[in-house]
């Protein structure tokens, strides 16, 4: 009989950076290595677990003096958009989605540069390059897809070949208890389109329709306002120190 011990992870621990979200913070991440044949099922225990993915690495803040960082979920099965979010719906009908492998092509680069142009000048992936870019889609040991959404051309199908104007892209990871959504850009001048809320209700009914109960979205840090849109899916599940639990909002 085998008795060999599986290998475990091995974790460390960054040092301390300024925090690129909350003034006068300073932020630690502890992290390891995806990479194997078990990446997918340690991907799933450890987003589970609070953790994030780039690439093949995953990591979770270990800050010494703050607990901004939340884990946020949202339960698909009980979700019901707004108002605001089926006028998104409405506005986006002319929209098709279409899944592919994890690979980049210059039409995403290209989006995704005019997208941190616009949005992200001063933040760490501002100087990104072509293969940096390819880097972050490719390097993967998990079940990784892209999802690229595109206005429908005139008089054609929605399963057909024709590929019209890309608007947005979504890297997004499947896992055994939904879809995590690693990163997602779009074409910045089409406010009116909300496209980011846009992406993550489609996220909310492909899961939905794997039988699936959450979408992850990542950290909302309580006190940066670009991270606020993370809490407007209700339901939705925070991880605290007592595990995941139904998140109630403060009345306004």
Known sequence: MNTQATPSPQFYLTAPATCPYLPNQMERKVFTHLVGPRASEMNDLLTQGGFRRSQNIAYRPACENCRACVSVRILTEQFQPT??????????????????????????????????????????????????????????????????????????????????????????????????MVYSFFNPELEKRSLGTYMIIDHITRTRALGLPHVYLGYWVDGSKKMGYKTRYHPQEHLTPRGWEVYTPDPV
């Open 83 to 180: 108002k605001s979010m089926r006028r998104v719906l409405a506005a986006n009908k002319d929209v098709v989605a279409t899944v592919h492998a994890a690979e980049p092509s210059t039409e995403q680069f290209a989006l995704f540069r005019r997208y941190l142009d616009h949005r992200h000048q001063s933040g760490g992936m501002s100087d990104m390059s072509a293969l940096d870019y390819a880097i972050m889609v490719e390097d993967t040991h998990v079940n990784t897809r892209i999802i690229e959404y595109r206005v429908r051309e005139p008089g054609s199908r929605i399963d057909s070949s024709k590929r019209g104007e890309l608007l947005a892209v979504a890297l997004s990871d499947v896992m055994s208890d939904g879809l995590s």
